[in-house]
């Protein structure tokens, strides 16, 4: 039997590694109707209403109430007894110790269907989820790295868009192509983070400190720290 019997819908992080493991899934199925969310959206309860027995989720904190998890957070697998009584009602838990949860998906799905045109990106979404990824290609700002930045639960039909395209088998190339102009502004935009980071960080003890008050500008920890 299919893990994805009686599955409707998927709940998934909103990142690269989030759809990932979604368009896997939507690869095996494609009627999957898929919605894109946040962990503080879960653990608030925001999705209940999206989260039954037909529905599986993916990256994100573990549910009860859902019939297929797939993850590999530790914080959040659930425990032995969640596990029992989760798989007991009727859930299938497929919680896996690797570098990503597409790779969990990944690895489920493989001898069912054919994801070769998944090959060439699953070990990005790999380095980007578990921290793997070099300082150089960091820097380096390559269209797979600016693509996961494209992704965001403010864009649901971006989302959609790119997730389709994955799901659907259009090779890595072409769906880079696609979405050029977003990229390009993208890395324009990364060019700009960090004249301002350049200019205004510096360092006490060790600690980074970059204050990008007032300049309108906003990035995160990571850019900071390749920085430094």
């Given at each position: 039997m299919s893990p994805l019997e009686g599955i409707v819908r998927v709940v998934a992080d909103s990142d690269l590694d989030g759809l990932m493991a979604a368009a896997v899934l939507k690869a095996s199925k494609p009627e999957l109707?898929?919605?894109?969310a946040h962990p503080a959206l879960l653990r608030a309860g925001k999705l209940d209403h999206l989260i039954d027995r037909e529905t599986a989720i993916c990256?994100?904190?573990?549910?009860?109430?859902?019939g297929l998890y797939l993850d590999h957070h530790f914080t959040n697998r659930p425990d032995s007894v969640q596990q029992e009584e989760f798989e007991a009602a009727g859930g299938v838990c497929h919680w896996r110790d690797t570098p990503s949860a597409a790779r969990v998906a990944y690895d489920l799905m493989k001898d069912r269907l054919d994801l070769s045109h998944l090959e060439e990106i699953?070990?990005?979404v790999d380095a980007?989820?578990?921290?793997?990824?070099t300082l150089e290609d960091f820097m380096n700002d390559g269209p797979v790295i600016r693509l996961s930045r494209s992704l965001s639960i403010s864009d649901p039909d971006h989302m959609q868009v790119v997730l389709n395209q994955f799901s659907t088998g259009v090779a890595l190339d072409e769906i880079l192509k696609s979405h050029k102009s977003r990229l390009e502004a993208l890395r324009d935009?990364?060019?700009l983070q960090?004249?301002?980071v350049q200019e205004r960080i510096h360092i006490v003890d060790e600690l980074a400190i970059c204050d990008l008050s007032d300049t309108?500008?906003?990035?995160?920890?990571?850019?900071?720290?390749?920085l430094a």
């Open positions: 109707e898929v919605h894109f990256d994100l904190p573990f549910h009860q109430g859902c699953m070990p990005i980007l989820d578990s921290g793997g990824i935009d990364r060019k960090e004249k301002f309108g500008v906003r990035t995160n920890g990571y850019l900071v720290t390749a």
